[in-house]
């Protein structure tokens, strides 16, 4: 199942990707403000990159587990990724560049809220850290506020609050 936002008023319209072929152009339109628009199915082009850079790139890409949004009254039930890198968790309002937003409606979920670290150990096992970015409201680990420039390492099952909105992390399996 594959998920694209309305170009007009952002709404998720989700589609199963195998029932079509690659290059088939689709039409949608969206429930929300009946607004009409096309994609196209295929593969983006690349230039060539060296072998080293192939692997780089796919361990990058790779999951390494994930973040559920708990539905509250202000967003619905949401898995997003993390990857490789620095994962900015943020409230998604258009035009903002942030790799991991949430839909919601929060208004104490700062834009740019806070970031979830995933970096691999000397063994190849991937570790998470979490920092605030200096939001309004703050980042909780397990109902503890962390402090101005303070990183907390976070394991599997661990809840991070920010705002009203609770994230449970889900490490790589």
């Given at each position: 199942?594959?998920?694209?936002?309305?170009?007009?008023?952002?709404?998720?319209?989700?589609?199963?990707?195998?029932?079509?072929?690659?290059?088939?152009?689709?039409?949608?339109?969206?429930?929300?403000?009946?607004?009409?628009?096309?994609?196209?199915?295929?593969?983006?082009?690349?230039?060539?990159?060296?072998?080293?850079e192939?692997?780089?790139?796919?361990?990058?890409?790779?999951?390494?587990?994930?973040?559920?949004?708990?539905?509250?009254?202000?967003?619905?039930?949401?898995?997003?990724?993390?990857?490789?890198?620095?994962?900015?968790?943020?409230?998604?309002?258009?035009?903002?560049?942030?790799?991991?937003?949430?839909?919601?409606?929060?208004?104490?979920?700062?834009r740019?809220?806070c970031?979830?670290?995933?970096?691999?150990?000397?063994?190849?096992?991937?570790?998470?850290?979490?920092?605030?970015?200096?939001?309004?409201?703050g980042?909780?680990?397990?109902?503890?506020?962390?402090?101005?420039?303070?990183?907390?390492?976070?394991?599997?099952?661990?809840?991070?609050?920010?705002?009203?909105?609770?994230?449970?992390?889900?490490?790589?399996?």
């Amino acid at each position: 199942m594959k998920r694209i936002r309305c170009p007009k008023c952002d709404n998720y319209i989700i589609f199963d990707e195998t029932k079509y072929q690659l290059g088939q152009t689709l039409v949608f339109k969206c429930d929300n403000c009946n607004k009409e628009f096309s994609i196209r199915l295929g593969k983006v082009k690349l230039a060539a990159k060296t072998a080293k850079e192939e692997t780089f790139e796919e361990e990058k890409q790779a999951e390494y587990g994930y973040v559920t949004v708990v539905e509250n009254v202000f967003c619905h039930h949401q898995e997003l990724p993390l990857f490789l890198g620095d994962n900015e968790i943020g409230r998604y309002n258009r035009g903002t560049e942030i790799t991991t937003p949430i839909q919601t409606a929060d208004p104490s979920v700062d834009r740019h809220h806070c970031i979830i670290n995933v970096k691999l150990n000397k063994q190849g096992n991937p570790v998470y850290t979490v920092r605030d970015t200096d939001s309004a409201t703050g980042t909780f680990v397990m109902d503890e506020i962390l402090g101005k420039k303070e990183q907390r390492r976070v394991e599997d099952g661990e809840v991070i609050t920010i705002g009203a909105t609770t994230l449970i992390v889900h490490t790589k399996s």
